[in-house]
């Protein structure tokens, strides 16, 4: 169970803007043999925990450009990833608020470093509970931090998981299982779409757009390439 997960196979975000918060933080952490990171600006904290593939975060409230609640319920319209927010103010107003809009946990602070850690053991023992009671998931593709998993449709960026077209998901597998190998519009056209589909390779290029859309564009990384003439291909 739970209790046999390494620490150092669980990544921790630490989203603090107070410096010396977050280097005591992280060097407890560290000190248990947890992976961590730490982000203190509110909106590139939100882009790392869509994008990045954490167990935990620990979500400060007070933070520059986005606080800990939007942040928490900006996440929650995404991911499910566990999240402890740390308010500074001991209000029962912040911890109910915390809880409203999907925290699986807060902590005032100051906060005992022990506390800490047994909310965290807490969380990641539910968390492994919960995905023991999955579905095998049998087979995964992978490139960069995008997960497709065959038997579910179901396609993941770091802790997200994206709403495809039927068309568009079946587009997605077929380059990510040829990653590497450049397939010309043709090539696709047949694979995807059936050798006596009667268009033209034009519909190639605009699910090209809408994949790129729901991906590339979203989360700030380039996933499928365009070789000029050629057609596409997708690398890590
Ligand atoms: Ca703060």
Not at 47 to 65: A, N
Not at 134 to 163: C, F, M
Not at 185 to 200: F, P, T
Request: with cysteine.
């Amino acid at each position: 169970m739970s209790e046999n997960i390494p620490n150092e196979n669980i990544s921790i975000l630490i989203v603090e803007d107070e410096p010396k918060i977050a280097r005591f933080t992280q060097l407890e952490l560290e000190h248990e043999g947890f992976r961590t990171s730490i982000e203190g600006n509110g909106r590139r904290a939100y882009e790392r925990i869509i994008q990045e593939d954490y167990d935990v975060v620990l979500l400060d409230v007070m933070l520059p450009e986005m606080d800990g609640f939007e942040i928490c319920q900006k996440v929650r319209e995404l991911s499910d990833v566990p999240i402890i927010m740390l308010t500074a103010r001991d209000d029962i107003e912040d911890k109910v608020n915390g809880l409203d809009i999907g925290a699986d946990d807060y902590l005032t602070k100051p906060f005992a470093i022990k506390e800490l850690l047994a909310r965290i053991r807490l969380i990641l023992r539910r968390k492994s509970v919960a995905q023991e009671k999955e579905e095998p998931r049998g087979e995964v593709l992978q490139v960069k931090n995008l997960k497709i998993i065959p038997a579910q449709y179901e396609v993941i960026v770091g802790n997200t998981k994206v709403s495809l077209t039927k068309k568009e998901y079946d587009l997605l597998e077929y380059l990510v299982r040829n990653k590497r190998v450049v397939l010309t519009r043709e090539q696709i056209l047949s694979n995807v779409w059936g050798y006596d589909y009667a268009g033209d390779t034009n519909v190639v290029d605009v699910y090209i757009r809408y994949l790129r859309s729901k991906l590339d564009d979203k989360f700030g990384e380039k996933y499928i390439h365009t070789m000029r003439g050629i057609g596409y291909v997708v690398k890590e």
